[in-house]
């Protein structure tokens, strides 16, 4: 089954403690994003990539990191959370970043306190 | 700035009646225009997508319509069922500063429907 897959689903923890947020996606796609969700604020784009080793920022890149190694994974890096960073996560992934084929994990809650 | 935006952020409609769920957008570059539906615990799911150089487009119940004079597109579902209730985004697909494609997302509406 074609999908992107996102671990851990629920994540709580504290202030300052490294953590990592791993997506992978079995459709060879070149193009891999995410994106945060926050009430009344729509999905915003973190940072994505066009192939491997190709990364670049979207909209709200500040305090998150991510790499790109491999084709199939696109982990997410907070290096340092902090309380402003709890929200629901969503990795994605297409072909071009086109918008046919567009598919989206299914999240991960992060709470930081 | 440029944004992707909604209207109303609830929708309540009986079961059975059609939806219509507007969003009003900015960016003239974007040359595509896509509807999501994200149920509970779920991620975005694709439901129906227009082309800039279209007016409307039907799906299997679901009809897009793009208003680009006064930068209007809304989705409009025929005879709403229970499964229908969810949020929906509009998004704008286009080419970004660096040369790739970026998706931008609107606020999203929450559609309830009743019984």
């Known amino acids: 089954e074609a999908q992107v897959t996102q671990n851990p689903r629920y994540l709580i923890t504290v202030t300052g403690k490294k953590l990592t947020v791993t997506c992978s996606q079995n459709?060879?796609?070149?193009?891999m994003s995410w994106y945060r969700q926050d009430p009344g604020l729509g999905l915003r784009q973190i940072y994505y990539?066009?192939?491997?080793?190709?990364?670049d920022k979207g909209d709200v890149p500040e305090g998150y990191k991510v790499s790109r190694k491999e084709k199939r994974n696109f982990p997410l890096i907070l290096e340092s959370p902090s309380p402003n960073q709890t929200s629901l996560y969503f990795c994605?992934?297409?072909?071009?970043?086109?918008?046919?084929?567009?598919?989206f994990g299914s999240g991960t809650r992060l709470t930081v306190v | 700035g440029e944004s992707v935006g909604l209207h109303l952020p609830t929708l309540s409609v009986q079961e059975g009646d059609n939806s219509i769920i507007n969003c009003a957008y900015s960016?003239?570059?974007?040359?595509?225009f896509i509807w999501y539906k994200q149920e509970s615990g779920k991620g975005p799911q694709f439901i129906i997508d227009?082309?800039?150089?279209?007016d409307k487009r039907q799906g299997q119940r679901v009809t897009v319509l793009l208003n680009k004079t006064v930068k209007h597109l809304s989705l409009q579902i025929a005879a709403t069922q229970p499964g229908d209730s969810a949020v929906y985004f509009c998004?704008?697909?286009?080419?970004?500063?660096?040369?790739?494609?970026?998706?931008?997302f609107g606020s999203g509406t929450q559609l309830t429907v009743l019984p």
């Open positions: 990539s066009m192939n491997v080793e190709v990364t």
């Open positions: 998004a704008e697909n286009r080419v970004g500063a660096g040369s790739a494609r970026q998706l931008t």
């Open positions: 994605a992934s297409s072909t071009d970043g086109g918008p046919y084929g567009y598919t």
């Open positions: 459709m060879n796609h070149e193009y």
């Open positions: 227009i082309r800039s150089n279209m």
């Open positions: 960016n003239s570059a974007s040359d595509y």
